[in-house]
C-alpha cells in the first residue's frame, strides 16, 4: 500500500488550494477514503472522507462548507479542495483509506500573511 499526498504549500488567509493523494497497492474503489491532519504537539484530526463510490461525503464541522472531499477511481486519487483557508487550517495534511493501518508521508499546509 502507498499514498502519495502533494498539493500542499503556503497560502494567504482567505486563499485556496488543492490536495492529492494518489493511491496504490490495494483496490482503491473498494475503500472509503479520508483525509485528516495533524498540528505539531496535537493529535490527528479527521477532515473529511468520502465513500468508495464517491456520491458520500462526510465533513469535521470546522471545515463544512469550506472544503470539498471528492475522488477519481480511474486515476485512483483522493482530492480535497480547500477555500477560504484560515490560520488554524495550518497543518500536515494526510490522506487514509478507513480500515487500512497505512499513511503516506504527509503535505505542508501553511495559511499565514
Known amino acids: 500500500v502507498q499514498l502519495v499526498e502533494s498539493g500542499g504549500g503556503l497560502v494567504q488567509p482567505g486563499g485556496s488550494l488543492r490536495l492529492s493523494c494518489a493511491a496504490s497497492?490495494?483496490?482503491?474503489?473498494?475503500?472509503?477514503m479520508s483525509w485528516n491532519r495533524q498540528v505539531p504537539g496535537k493529535e490527528r484530526e479527521w477532515v473529511a472522507d468520502?465513500?468508495?463510490?464517491?456520491?458520500?461525503?462526510k465533513y469535521a464541522d470546522s471545515v463544512k462548507g469550506r472544503f470539498t472531499i471528492s475522488r477519481d477511481n480511474a486515476k485512483k486519487t483522493v482530492y480535497l479542495q480547500m477555500k477560504s483557508l484560515k490560520p488554524e487550517d495550518t497543518a500536515v495534511y494526510f490522506c487514509?483509506?478507513?480500515?487500512?493501518?497505512?499513511w503516506g508521508q504527509g503535505t505542508q499546509v501553511t495559511v499565514s500573511s
Open positions: 487514509k483509506a478507513l480500515t487500512l493501518a497505512y
Open positions: 468520502i465513500s468508495g463510490d464517491g456520491l458520500v461525503t
Open positions: 497497492g490495494f483496490t482503491f474503489s473498494g475503500y472509503r
